[in-house]
């Protein structure tokens, strides 16, 4: 059964901090990997897409990898912000869609 | 603006009824897919289309039934044989799956309580 994890599954940092997000996928017929957020109560916001032929992607202060021979992608944040507080969700689209389950992180300031 | 459209966003229903859930898409998006969300299980997927007149059960698709008449909505009516029926459910649509596959969006969601 394929598989996307997500680790950690929570996280807390101070504000100005730069952060890594992990997510690992088993399907090697990777076609894309989205990054989303999540806020309490409400729907998946995307934030980036890596086709399978690109290494990475950045918007403002988020960067997204894809290593597809490990099988690994990153979501780098910086210089978080409190406003950064949500969910944020890994999903390949490959033989299927499969999401993981998410890494909470939390910003203090 | 484009985007897609849940709705009712909270809906109460008794046990034994059915409900039916609204989402609607302006995107020209062909696909288009319906999640259950709980906590600590992540997205499930309940069914999905990918044409018009074309749809096929997901992961979690007993109870549930959909219909795909119009390229812009997916109703997803959850049925009284649905033991477990309170969770939050999301529509999402994309280009479908491919070499040059889209991004996938999501609407606000609806939250079904059963009383």
């Known amino acids: 059964k394929q598989e996307v994890t997500q680790i950690p599954a929570a996280l807390s940092v101070p504000e100005g901090e730069n952060l890594v997000l992990n997510c690992s996928f088993t399907d090697s017929a990777i076609y894309n990997l989205q990054w989303f957020r999540q806020d309490p109560g409400k729907g998946l916001t995307s934030l980036l897409l890596?086709?399978?032929?690109?290494r990475e992607q950045t918007s403002g202060r988020l960067n997204a990898s894809l290593d597809k021979s490990s099988g690994r992608s990153t979501l780098y944040i910086a210089a978080s912000q409190p406003g950064d507080s949500a969910t944020y969700l890994c999903a390949q689209a490959g033989t299927a869609l499969i999401f993981g389950k998410g890494t909470t992180l939390s910003v203090s300031s | 603006d484009g985007g897609i459209t849940q709705s009712p966003k909270y809906l109460f229903r008794k046990e034994g009824q059915n409900v039916t859930l609204s989402c609607e898409q302006n995107?020209?998006?062909?696909?288009m897919y319906w999640y259950r969300q709980d906590p600590g299980q992540g997205l499930r997927l309940i069914y999905y289309?990918?044409?018009?007149?074309?749809?096929q059960k997901g992961d979690i698709a007993e109870g549930y039934s959909v219909s795909r008449e119009k390229k812009e909505s997916f109703p997803l009516t959850v049925t009284s044989a649905q033991k477990n029926p309170t969770a939050f459910y999301l529509c999402?649509?994309?280009?479908?799956?491919?070499?040059?596959?889209?991004?996938?969006?999501f609407g606000e969601g609806s939250r079904l309580t059963v009383l």
């Open positions: 995107l020209n998006h062909d696909a």
């Open positions: 890596i086709q399978s032929s690109q």
């Open positions: 999402a649509s994309r280009i479908p799956r491919g070499p040059n596959t889209g991004e996938l969006f």
């Open positions: 289309s990918q044409i018009v007149n074309d749809f």
